[in-house]
């Protein structure tokens, strides 16, 4: 079973900046498309970004394109979101998920998510 751990989350201010990371273990990480997505309170979990397994595609969300960059690197089997002038609405459990397909990642086709990491923009 492919195992993913977020991490990086926390409390930051309108404006500012956070980089999560994500592990992933027991599966061949170089051969997967990797996303994010996130889960805000009280509603569906919805699609970031996603990146193909070389790295080079990305593909954005609306709400956070020019804001967030994703990124990975396949000898560390991590792959990271560096997220920009955060806003409140940015608020939601963080999650990465895998899929063999970069083309359809976004659709959540595989249940390995992990616990998530918690990003919270407020004043």
């Known amino acids: 079973q492919v195992r993913l751990v977020e991490s990086g989350g926390g409390l930051v201010q309108p404006g500012g900046s956070l980089r999560l990371s994500c592990v992933a273990s027991?599966?061949?990480?170089?051969?997967?498309?990797m996303g994010w997505f996130r889960q805000p309170p009280g509603k569906e979990r919805e699609f970031v970004a996603a990146?193909?397994?070389?790295?080079?595609?990305?593909t954005y969300a609306d709400s956070v394109k020019g804001r967030f960059t994703i990124s990975r690197g396949n000898a560390k089997n991590t792959v990271y979101l560096q997220m920009n002038s955060l806003k409140p609405e940015d608020t939601a459990v963080y999650y990465c998920?895998?899929?063999?397909?970069?083309?359809?990642?976004?659709?959540?086709?595989?249940?390995?998510w992990g616990q998530g990491s918690q990003v919270t923009v407020s004043s």
């Open positions: 998920n895998v899929d063999p397909s970069y083309a359809l990642i976004a659709r959540m086709r595989y249940d390995y």
């Open positions: 027991r599966l061949t990480f170089s051969t997967y498309a």
């Open positions: 990146i193909s397994w070389s790295g080079t595609l990305t």
